[in-house]
């Protein structure tokens, strides 16, 4: 249904909101990942932006289709038999929601196995994505209940990966605090977002619809707060850039050495120790030098 009466402007407003912060959020991880030295990029940053770009792609399209579009059904719609544009904004909408969380998948996945075996999740939402591609093109009304398959499956998703994410980095005791950081305002936003579905709207009073876009806008807040004090995600995954690891006594001389990689180094571990015991004197005559005001 078409949003009308003295509830229009409220929930317009706050839905532009949703729109806004969500683009916001997708454009920070590809400036994250685009500060990041080439060596130092990984995926993820790339999947949390395609995830928060097709979450915004969705506000986008249900504004368009809730609030500017006739739903008037006609003959002849485009290639259906019939449609409104109502209904073909919201199938726009499914399908950036699906896409979204297919690229979310696809990148995370690309490094690791979450469950059963790799790409398990990825082929669930691609699944779910040509199926959703098929039903569009046969019937604009079908794809409605793609969002009660998506939400479920990403919430699952979202949940084994934060908690592998959080083992990665963390001590096991504080992994729980961790996920209460995120895991609320994702249902939130879920529970939200089903209260802005037709289902709800045309059994409902558009007062729930109100109390669902606050939710969210609760959710999407807090997002923002931790994907802004996020650092880096090579940071996490520091053991796996390690190159070399040396150990040295305070005079500089190598103790103990280890290559991660493959390559056959030219310097031996007393000239690398050597060179960083001379980096480190350096270093300590300038932070010397800068905090007693000499130079």
Same mark, same amino acid.
């Given at each position: 249904?078409? &949003? @009308? %009466?003295?509830?229009?402007?409220?929930?317009?407003?706050? @839905?532009?909101?949703?729109?806004?912060?969500?683009?916001?959020? %997708?454009?920070?991880?590809?400036? *994250?990942?685009?500060?990041?030295? *080439?060596?130092?990029?990984?995926?993820?940053?790339?999947?949390?932006?395609? +995830?928060?770009?097709?979450? !915004?792609?969705?506000?986008?399209?249900?504004?368009?289709?809730?609030?500017?579009?006739?739903?008037?059904?006609?003959?002849?719609?485009?290639?259906?038999?019939?449609?409104?544009?109502?209904?073909?904004?919201?199938?726009?909408?499914?399908?950036?929601?699906?896409?979204?969380?297919?690229?979310?998948?696809?990148?995370?996945?690309?490094?690791?196995?979450? /469950?059963?075996?790799?790409?398990?999740?990825?082929?669930?939402?691609?699944?779910?994505?040509?199926?959703?591609?098929?039903?569009?093109?046969?019937?604009?009304? &079908?794809? *409605?209940?793609? #969002?009660?398959?998506?939400? #479920?499956?990403?919430?699952?998703? /979202?949940?084994?990966?934060?908690?592998?994410?959080?083992?990665?980095?963390?001590?096991?005791?504080?992994?729980?605090?961790?996920?209460?950081?995120?895991? #609320?305002?994702?249902?939130?936003?879920?529970?939200?977002?089903?209260? =802005?579905?037709?289902?709800?709207?045309?059994?409902?009073?558009?007062?729930?619809?109100?109390?669902? =876009?606050?939710?969210?806008?609760?959710? +999407?807040?807090?997002?923002?707060?931790? =994907?802004?004090? /996020?650092?880096?995600?090579?940071?996490?995954?520091?053991?796996?850039?390690? @190159?070399?690891?040396?150990?040295?006594?305070?005079?500089? &001389?190598?103790?103990?050495?280890?290559?991660?990689?493959?390559?056959?180094?030219?310097?031996?571990?007393?000239?690398?120790?050597?060179?960083?015991?001379?980096?480190?004197?350096?270093?300590?005559?300038?932070?010397?030098? *800068?905090?007693?005001?000499? !130079?």
């Amino acid at each position: 249904m078409v &949003i @009308e %009466g003295p509830l229009r402007l409220p929930l317009l407003t706050i @839905e532009w909101f949703f729109a806004v912060i969500l683009l916001e959020l %997708g454009l920070l991880f590809i400036l *994250k990942f685009m500060r990041q030295e *080439k060596q130092l990029r990984t995926s993820q940053e790339i999947g949390y932006s395609g +995830l928060f770009f097709g979450f !915004s792609l969705t506000w986008f399209f249900l504004i368009i289709g809730n609030y500017y579009m006739s739903e008037t059904v006609v003959s002849n719609f485009f290639l259906w038999d019939q449609g409104s544009m109502r209904a073909l904004f919201s199938n726009f909408s499914y399908l950036s929601l699906i896409t979204g969380s297919l690229i979310f998948a696809f990148s995370m996945e690309k490094h690791r196995i979450y /469950l059963f075996k790799k790409y398990f999740f990825t082929i669930c939402f691609l699944s779910l994505t040509i199926t959703s591609l098929t039903v569009f093109f046969i019937n604009l009304e &079908i794809i *409605k209940i793609i #969002p009660f398959i998506i939400w #479920p499956l990403f919430l699952v998703f /979202l949940t084994i990966y934060l908690v592998d994410f959080f083992k990665a980095g963390i001590k096991a005791e504080t992994i729980a605090i961790e996920l209460l950081k995120f895991i #609320p305002a994702f249902i939130l936003l879920a529970v939200g977002f089903f209260l =802005s579905h037709d289902y709800f709207m045309q059994n409902l009073a558009l007062e729930f619809r109100l109390g669902g =876009s606050l939710l969210q806008l609760l959710a +999407l807040i807090s997002l923002a707060y931790f =994907s802004i004090r /996020l650092p880096a995600f090579a940071e996490y995954d520091w053991f796996e850039k390690l @190159e070399e690891l040396l150990v040295m006594n305070k005079a500089g &001389i190598c103790l103990f050495h280890k290559s991660f990689t493959d390559q056959i180094s030219h310097l031996n571990e007393i000239l690398m120790s050597g060179a960083l015991y001379s980096v480190n004197i350096l270093l300590d005559e300038l932070t010397s030098a *800068k905090a007693t005001g000499s !130079s």
